[in-house]
C-alpha cells in the first residue's frame, strides 16, 4: 500500500471509529435505562442486563456502520479539500478516482464485514436478547402466589406469605414447609424475603432476612433448630418458564442461506412468504449500500471551494437519512405483498447509487466547478438569504 493510501485511510479512519464509538455508547446507554427497570424490577442480576446488551451490539453496529463510513470519508475528504491537500494533489498529477481507490477497498472490506453483522451475527443475537427478555419477563411464581393464601405447587413445599410487594418481588411474613424425601420436615420462616435470579443458571432463588430453620429427621425423631440472617432459598424449576420457542419463527431472526431457502421453498399461500423475500432483499441491499457512499462522500466532501464545510456535511447526512427512510418504508410495503422488492427497495439503491456515480465523475472530470459544487453553493446561499431575512425581522424599526 503506497504513502497515499495509508494517509487517506488514516484520515478516514479515525472519524469512522469516533462515530461508532458515540452512537453504541448512546444507543446501549438509552437501552440500559430501558433493561435496568425491566430487570431489577423482575429481580433478575446484573450480568443479566450485561448480556442483553452484549446482544444489542451487533443490531446497533449494523445501524451505526454505514452512517460512520459516510460520514468518516466526508470529513476526511471535506479536511484535506479545506486545507487545499486536495488541490496539491490534483496538481502534482494524481486524479481524483487514484484519490478512492483506498475507500473503495475499505468499502470492500466493510462489504464482508456487514455481510458478517447483518447475516449471520443479527439473527442469532437478536434471538438471544428475545429469549432473555422472556426469560425475565415469563415466570409462573408472580402469578401463582398470592397473599395470605397457601400454596402448594412448590414442588413438595408449602408457602404462605403475609403480604406482596414491588411488583411480587418482595415478600413478608413469610413461612415454608417442606416434606423430606426420606421423612421428617423442615419449617422456615422469615421476616422478609426478595426474589432474584441465580447468576450461574438463571434459576429463581427466595432470599430470606431474619428468620429461622427447624429440620426435623423422620425416622430419629432429631429436631435440629437455628436462626439465620440471611438464607437462600432456591425455588423448585416447574416455577420456571417454558422453554423459548426455537430460533427462525421470524424472519429477522433468520440468517442469509435459510432467507435465501425459503425464498426458493415457500409457497406464496404460506403467511411469511412476502416477509421472507422483503428481510431477503433488505439485508443485500443495506450490505451493497457501502458501495457507493464513498462515491456520494467524495463530492460532498471537497465542494468546500466554494461553500461552508457545514453544508456539504449537512447536506450528505440529509440524503443517507432519506435512503435510509426509503428503504424502512420499502421494506414495510414489500412484506405486506403491496408492491415487489425490486421496486420498493432496489430501485432507490439504483437511484442513489447512479446519482453517487455521476456527482464524482462530474468532480473528478470538473473539479472545483461541477454540478455539485454549484448546487451546495445556491443551497448555502438560500440558507444566507433566509438568515438575513429574519435579521430583519429582528431588528428594531
Known amino acids: 500500500m503506497k504513502l497515499l493510501d495509508r494517509y487517506i485511510l488514516a484520515k478516514t479512519l479515525w472519524p469512522l ?4 464509538s458515540i452512537a453504541l455508547v448512546a444507543l446501549l446507554m438509552e437501552q440500559t435505562v430501558r433493561l435496568l427497570d425491566l430487570v431489577v424490577n423482575k429481580g433478575g442480576p446484573l450480568s443479566l442486563i450485561l448480556r442483553m446488551l452484549a446482544n444489542l451490539i451487533p443490531h446497533y453496529l449494523g445501524i451505526a456502520l454505514p452512517a460512520a463510513f459516510f460520514i468518516g470519508v466526508l470529513l476526511a475528504v471535506s479536511r484535506l479539500s479545506s486545507e487545499s491537500e486536495l488541490d496539491a494533489m490534483h496538481a502534482s498529477g494524481v486524479p481524483l478516482h487514484r484519490m478512492i481507490a483506498p475507500l473503495m477497498m475499505f468499502a470492500v472490506l466493510l462489504v464482508i464485514f456487514g455481510t458478517i453483522i447483518v447475516g449471520f451475527l443479527q439473527p442469532y443475537t437478536r434471538y438471544g436478547y428475545r429469549a432473555l427478555i422472556y426469560l425475565v419477563t415469563e415466570t409462573a411464581w408472580y402469578s401463582a402466589l398470592e397473599k395470605g393464601a397457601f400454596f402448594s405447587g412448590f414442588g413438595n413445599s408449602t408457602i404462605l406469605v403475609d403480604d406482596i410487594s414491588e411488583g411480587g418481588r418482595r415478600l413478608t411474613g413469610i413461612f415454608v414447609y417442606q416434606d423430606k424425601s426420606t421423612g421428617g420436615s423442615v419449617t422456615t420462616t422469615a421476616q ?5 435470579r441465580s447468576q450461574t443458571d438463571d434459576q429463581l432463588v427466595l432470599k430470606l432476612e431474619q428468620g429461622a430453620r427447624i429440620d426435623t429427621d423422620g425416622p430419629n425423631k432429631k429436631i435440629n433448630a437455628l436462626t439465620f440472617a440471611r438464607f437462600e432459598l432456591p425455588l423448585d424449576i416447574a416455577l420456571a418458564p417454558e422453554p423459548y ?5 421470524s424472519e429477522r431472526e433468520q440468517t442469509l442461506p435459510e432467507l435465501w431457502h425459503n425464498v426458493w421453498t ?4 404460506d403467511p411469511m412468504y412476502y416477509a421472507v423475500h422483503a428481510e431477503l432483499h433488505e439485508r443485500l441491499v443495506r450490505i451493497a449500500t457501502y458501495l457507493f457512499l464513498p462515491l456520494l462522500a467524495f463530492p460532498l466532501g471537497s465542494s468546500t471551494r466554494r461553500t461552508r464545510r457545514g453544508t456539504g456535511i449537512a447536506v450528505g447526512i440529509v440524503l443517507i437519512v432519506i435512503f435510509y ?3 424502512q418504508f420499502g421494506h414495510d410495503v414489500s412484506a405486506n405483498g403491496r408492491l415487489s422488492p425490486w421496486i420498493s427497495l432496489w430501485l432507490p439503491f439504483f437511484v442513489y447509487a447512479g446519482f453517487s456515480s455521476w456527482a464524482f465523475w462530474e468532480a473528478n472530470v470538473s473539479p472545483g466547478h461541477n454540478f455539485v459544487e454549484t448546487v451546495l453553493a445556491r443551497i448555502e446561499s438560500l440558507f444566507d438569504n433566509v438568515r438575513q431575512i429574519g435579521r430583519r425581522r429582528k431588528a428594531p424599526a
Open 266 to 269: 415457500l409457497p406464496k399461500t
Open 325 to 327: 427512510y426509503l428503504l
Open 245 to 249: 420457542r426455537i430460533r427462525g419463527a
Open 17 to 20: 471509529i469516533a462515530t461508532v
Open 192 to 196: 422478609t424475603g426478595y426474589v432474584v
